[in-house]
């Protein structure tokens, strides 16, 4: 306790500790501080600290993920692949009553409410089939990051007027980038199935529109 310019006083050091462990009260578990007054208890003339041993032994459980189940006779890659079975499960229902629309129901016909629910139903097996598709290819995306992925590839149209009083509506994909390339290679899709369309459509001269003013 030396050093210049340090706060030297035994009553605040303690009083810093502690507020120092009370908000990191996870990591001060793992450390006994001590400090070390002068004969009158005013100043402190020594800190120590040393890590406590069962700090050690928690390190080594790190990463540890302890699975417990009552079926004896499962290898461990079965235990772990039913388990991570359920959290998709979990959140291929999530997708179905957010992103594939399954509620909420407006419809107040029977018949339309059946047709709401097996369009649904249809959505979700595909979405299953393109998913199974890909992690045959190594490709292991939950639904929304896959959504998230593809929707910056998008399809528009440009409106070209020319001189011959004729609008050309050229409709074009912008062009994949490299993640979806190789999610169209997985599913075995070109990055731009539709192409190019090019349509002209004849106008007046007044309704052409035009770069000036």
Not at 24 to 36: E, G, H, K, M, W
Not at 164 to 178: F, H, K
Request: with cysteine; aromatic share 6%.
């Amino acid at each position: 306790m030396s050093q210049k310019g340090t706060v030297k006083n035994y009553v605040k050091i303690l009083e810093r500790i502690g507020r120092l462990r009370e908000n990191n009260s996870r990591v001060a578990q793992d450390y006994q501080i001590d400090v070390t007054p002068d004969a009158t208890h005013k100043q402190a003339v020594a800190i120590t600290w040393h890590r406590q041993a069962p700090s050690a032994a928690k390190d080594r459980n790190c990463g540890v993920y302890c699975l417990r189940s009552n079926i004896p006779d499962w290898s461990e890659q079965q235990l772990w692949t039913t388990y991570v079975m359920l959290t998709e499960i979990e959140a291929n229902f999530r997708s179905l009553k957010t992103e594939l629309g399954l509620r909420p129901v407006y419809h107040q016909n029977e018949d339309r409410v059946t047709g709401h629910l097996f369009i649904t139903l249809l959505a979700y097996h595909l979405e299953h089939t393109l998913r199974h598709q890909l992690k045959l290819q190594g490709i292991h995306l939950s639904w929304d990051s896959i959504r998230t992925l593809m929707a910056t590839q998008q399809r528009g149209t440009l409106i070209l007027p020319t001189d011959e009083q004729t609008l050309i509506y050229l409709r074009t994909t912008t062009r994949a980038e490299v993640q979806q390339q190789e999610i169209y290679a997985a599913l075995g899709i070109k990055p731009d199935p539709l192409g190019k369309r090019k349509t002209s459509v004849s106008c007046k001269k007044s309704v052409v529109p035009t770069d000036s003013g």
